[in-house]
């Protein structure tokens, strides 16, 4: 199912006109049993899942798209940090709204919104860069590639803790 999903994210971001880098980015699905959930909630991989769809869809549907097909980038994540408020069960329709919220010279900083109706189920930050094939490419590189000049948003006062915690754990060494 997720190589379906994967397609038709993709289509529809390469179809689509491209989106601000601050704009929120959404995708809807449904929560189908025995494929997302259990015989009633979510699994916690599937929004993993989603989570990695919704990031895909941000660089193929933003104002990287046409860098990134040329130069052939991917999203990789980092590190992430996720809380639950509510189970998502089965049948449910989630919106899954991602948000860039902020980015250093080493990272990006994306957002993650899982609602159900219009209450927030989960939340995630994710932390994040972009692989081409000649490597990782930090956010500098990546706007130099875009030819654009843009200031970070401040970071979230509630993501300080978190970016303080994983940047004293990481240092830089994300190879892969």
Do not use: C
């Not at 971001?13 to 909630?41: H, M, Q, V, Y």
């Not at 052939?72 to 991602?98: D, G, I, Q």
């Not at 972009?130 to 401040?154: C, I, W």
């Amino acid at each position: 199912m997720y190589r379906i999903r994967f397609v038709i994210v993709i289509l529809q971001s390469l179809l689509s006109k491209p989106k601000g880098l601050l704009d929120d980015f959404e995708l809807n699905f449904w929560a189908i049993p025995l494929i997302d959930t259990d015989f009633s909630r979510l699994f916690t991989q599937t929004y993993a899942l989603y989570m990695g769809l919704a990031r895909w869809n941000f660089l193929f549907n933003s104002e990287f798209k046409n860098v990134a097909i040329k130069k052939a980038w991917v999203p990789v994540t980092t590190a992430e940090t996720m809380s639950y408020r509510r189970s998502v069960k089965a049948f449910n329709r989630v919106r899954l709204v991602t948000r860039l919220v902020h980015w250093n010279d080493e990272r990006f900083y994306l957002e993650h919104l899982f609602y159900v109706k219009d209450a927030v189920y989960a939340h995630t930050y994710v932390q994040g860069l972009v692989r081409g094939p000649q490597g990782h490419l930090k956010p500098g590189e990546v706007f130099k590639a875009l030819g654009v000049t843009m200031a970070s948003p401040p970071l979230p006062a509630a993501m300080q803790g978190w970016v303080d915690l994983i940047s004293d754990k990481q240092g830089d060494t994300h190879k892969d």
